[in-house]
């Protein structure tokens, strides 16, 4: 992506939890809450820079980030919830860390699959009779219910989201959510 194309990249809307809600709308909130953080620390920047890597040998990158956030919400949503038969996005064998791995990757083919898994996720959600209802999880050796879903990806994209803090104040000196 060009700086000219930068220029007039779209900023992320990022709208905050409300202050009473109950617990379903709160959950819902927060979770769209950090993955607009993950797409605004990507805001501005082109493929070379959303490529740039921590330090090695980790191949950690915002790209990086992106891409592993979409095979979380894959896992989690349409594996776990919806329990969809599928491989991860970057994976046939299940391996999350390939998703790490970014060099040859692009902002629109990183972003176009993670917005894909963030809308099928959002529906699956909604279609959930409510947060008590619980899904066979063989990773964790039992049923899970969507309230630990929700709660865990809200947990994965905190925790990401602080390492996107980093790297994107590496590239451009943006700080700040």
Same mark, same amino acid.
């Given at each position: 992506?060009? $700086?000219?194309?930068? #220029?007039?990249?779209?900023? $992320?809307?990022?709208?905050?939890?409300? *202050?009473? %809600?109950?617990?379903?709308?709160? +959950?819902?909130?927060?979770?769209?809450? =950090?993955? %607009? @953080? +993950?797409?605004?620390?990507?805001?501005?920047? !082109?493929?070379?820079? *959303?490529?740039?890597?921590?330090?090695?040998?980790? @191949?950690?990158?915002?790209?990086?980030?992106?891409?592993?956030?979409?095979?979380?919400?894959?896992?989690?949503?349409?594996?776990?919830?919806?329990?969809?038969?599928?491989? +991860?996005?970057?994976?046939?064998?299940?391996?999350?860390?390939?998703?790490?791995?970014?060099? #040859?990757?692009?902002?629109?083919?990183?972003?176009?699959?993670?917005?894909?898994?963030?809308?099928?996720?959002?529906?699956?959600?909604?279609?959930? $009779?409510? *947060?008590? %209802?619980?899904?066979?999880?063989?990773?964790? !050796?039992?049923?899970?219910?969507?309230?630990?879903?929700?709660? =865990? *990806?809200? =947990?994965?994209? %905190?925790?990401?989201?602080?390492?996107?803090?980093?790297?994107?104040?590496?590239?451009?000196?943006?700080?700040?959510?």
């Amino acid at each position: 992506m060009s $700086t000219a194309e930068n #220029d007039t990249q779209q900023a $992320t809307e990022r709208i905050g939890p409300p *202050l009473a %809600a109950d617990e379903r709308e709160t +959950l819902r909130t927060f979770l769209d809450y =950090h993955r %607009a @953080t +993950l797409a605004m620390k990507c805001d501005g920047l !082109g493929d070379e820079d *959303l490529r740039r890597q921590s330090m090695p040998p980790s @191949t950690l990158s915002l790209l990086g980030l992106v891409r592993h956030m979409a095979e979380v919400e894959r896992a989690w949503f349409r594996r776990v919830v919806d329990q969809e038969d599928i491989p +991860l996005v970057w994976s046939d064998d299940g391996d999350f860390q390939v998703a790490y791995d970014a060099r #040859d990757s692009t902002r629109d083919e990183a972003f176009t699959a993670w917005q894909a898994e963030v809308e099928r996720a959002r529906r699956i959600e909604r279609a959930a $009779t409510s *947060l008590d %209802a619980t899904f066979p999880c063989p990773k964790w !050796g039992g049923d899970v219910s969507l309230r630990m879903v929700m709660l =865990h *990806l809200i =947990h994965e994209y %905190a925790r990401h989201n602080g390492h996107a803090d980093f790297l994107r104040e590496a590239i451009d000196g943006t700080v700040g959510a």
